[in-house]
């Protein structure tokens, strides 16, 4: 397998986000922000995206398939006139993320964060202080009000414009038990008519699994169940939306463009993703 492109874990002085942390308890959503090239995150965070990519050498460049995902659909979405974005499970909002992509060539843009876990929150909000055009909202997907009746959101958004719902690498925290298809639609309605949906999902893929038993295993750290989903239960989670061009397709070949890694061999990630607009 060809190594991914991981920064080297030195201790160095912040390059992009003026918040750089100094927190001692590792995060994942920082562990994220390393892999992505980001300088939000500090030493025992970078000890942590070490031991991950000694199990599960993979992680690095699906967070960066994700990534270059939402980038590309935050462009199109953005060319075909969509300003404004509810993102669900947004992590930290560093490198690439949506207001960055979107105001490239839009700055009005406004985009409404969302996060389940209170750290990510907090300090993404710190991050994004004095940007009127964004909020980040504690909130958990399973809750889909919690997001639609949100104060904030209803503040910052004109719900009868068109609004992009982003489920990017996320749902797989979501199980079957709790609906995802359900939580989706109802998000979707609750956008308005215009609303569409843009969702990749890390696949089902055994190696991952094996990978992620291993770093359990090795450093004693139990790890969530994830629901990963192959992309016949992911077209299950679409079954309220319209899937457009080019369809649900393995993530990197979803629209590639020049800033697309090259590197498609399917071993080195697991997933897919789609652009939809409501039935
Ligand atoms: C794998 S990260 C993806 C982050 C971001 N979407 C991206 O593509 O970089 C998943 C994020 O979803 C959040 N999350 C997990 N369960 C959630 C829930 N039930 N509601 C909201 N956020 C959740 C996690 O805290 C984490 O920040």
Not at 10 to 39: C, F, H, K, M, Q
Not at 87 to 94: N, Y
Not at 206 to 234: Q, T
Request: charged share 25%; with cysteine.
């Amino acid at each position: 397998m060809t190594n991914p492109k991981t920064p080297s874990p030195a201790d160095s002085p912040p390059i992009w986000a003026p918040g750089t942390t100094g927190s001692e308890t590792p995060n994942t959503a920082r562990v994220r922000d390393y892999w992505l090239g980001g300088s939000h995150n500090s030493a025992p965070d970078r000890r942590l995206a070490e031991q991950f990519t000694l199990c599960a050498p993979q992680l690095p460049y699906l967070v960066r398939t994700h990534r270059n995902f939402l980038r590309r659909v935050v462009t199109r979405l953005v060319r075909d006139g969509v300003r404004q974005f509810v993102d669900l499970g947004s992590g930290m909002p560093t490198v690439g993320n949506v207001h960055e992509v979107a105001r490239r060539s839009a700055p009005e843009c406004r985009v409404v964060y969302t996060d389940i876990d209170p750290v990510v929150v907090a300090e993404s909000r710190e991050l994004l202080a004095g940007d009127d055009l964004t909020a980040y909202l504690h909130a958990d997907i399973r809750r889909p009000e919690q997001i639609l009746d949100s104060p904030d959101l209803l503040g910052l958004l004109d719900l009868n414009e068109p609004v992009a719902l982003l489920a990017i690498d996320v749902l797989h925290h979501v199980p079957d038990s709790a609906e995802p298809a359900r939580l989706l639609t109802t998000c979707a309605e609750g956008l308005g008519p215009a609303c569409r949906l843009a969702l990749s999902h890390t696949g089902c893929d055994e190696l991952l699994i094996d990978a992620l038993r291993l770093y359990s295993d090795i450093y004693s750290k139990p790890l969530p169940e994830f629901a990963f989903r192959s992309s016949a239960e992911v077209r299950d989670l679409l079954a309220g939306f319209e899937v457009t061009e080019p369809g649900l397709v393995p993530i990197p070949l979803w629209l590639p463009d020049d800033e697309t890694e090259p590197d498609q061999n399917p071993e080195h990630f697991s997933g897919c993703a789609a652009l939809a607009r409501r039935r």
